[in-house]
């Protein structure tokens, strides 16, 4: 399974792409600005950060989601 996985490089861009993609398909309404994934292997942890902004509405907004 997945989350038993080290962290690396493909791994990341796996999650990176898995998540943009869920996005599109769950929240049409959501237009994605900027999506990191970031990993501080160190501490075993993953930091996805996603700036978004609603469409036809001003709300824009931030996520930092920490995962370890």
């Known amino acids: 399974s997945f ?3 080290s962290i690396s490089q493909d791994n990341l861009e796996f999650l990176k792409e898995d998540i943009s993609e ?4 769950q929240f049409p309404n ?4 900027n999506l990191n994934v970031l990993a501080n ?5 993953v930091t996805v950060e996603i700036t978004y902004k609603i469409t036809n509405t001003s709300i824009e907004d931030e ?3 920490n995962f370890n």
Do not use: G, P, R, Y
């Open 3 to 5: 989350i038993f996985e």
């Open 22 to 25: 869920k996005i599109v398909n």
């Open 30 to 33: 959501v237009d994605v600005q």
């Open 41 to 45: 292997t160190d501490n075993n942890e």
């Open 63 to 65: 996520i930092i989601l």
